[in-house]
Nanobody, 119 residues
Framework: QVHLVESGGGLVQPGGSLRLSCSAS????????MGWYRQAPGKQRELVAL??????NYADSVKGRFTISGDNAKNSVYLQMNNLKPEDTAVYYC??????????????WGQGTQVSVSS
């Protein structure tokens, strides 16, 4: 079981910035993927940014504004969000994927952190 704990959400005005943090209970070297999803009220959970095998994918809606990064020494991944828009309002979830011995993967989610963008 991998435990993921997010922090850094809050209320920010349009055009502002926030930095989300996700701390994992084990080395991120053991994980095959790690990143962020979000879910707005009444909408499905969607990918925001995901790093896997050295490649990072971003949702088109956040490209150029959001940046994912990691700190192996702290078993953490971060999401720097700049030029925030009201449509970025959502609960943001940290996500991790770990391969199983013998095949397959297990997926893990954090508890979520609220990001609200409003004037």
């Amino acid at each position: 079981q991998v435990h993921l704990v997010e922090s850094g959400g809050g209320l920010v005005q349009p055009g502002g910035s926030l930095r989300l943090s996700c701390s994992a209970s084990e080395s991120i070297f053991s994980l095959s993927a790690m990143g962020w999803y979000r879910q707005a009220p009444g909408k499905q959970r969607e990918l925001v940014a995901l790093g896997t095998s050295g490649v990072t994918n971003y949702a088109d809606s956040v490209k150029g504004r959001f940046t994912i990064s990691g700190d192996n020494a702290k078993n953490s991944v971060y999401l720097q969000m700049n030029n925030l828009k009201p449509e970025d309002t959502a609960v943001y979830y940290c996500y991790a994927r770990r391969p199983r011995l013998g095949g397959g993967v297990d997926a893990y989610w954090g508890q979520g952190t609220q990001v609200s963008v409003s004037s």
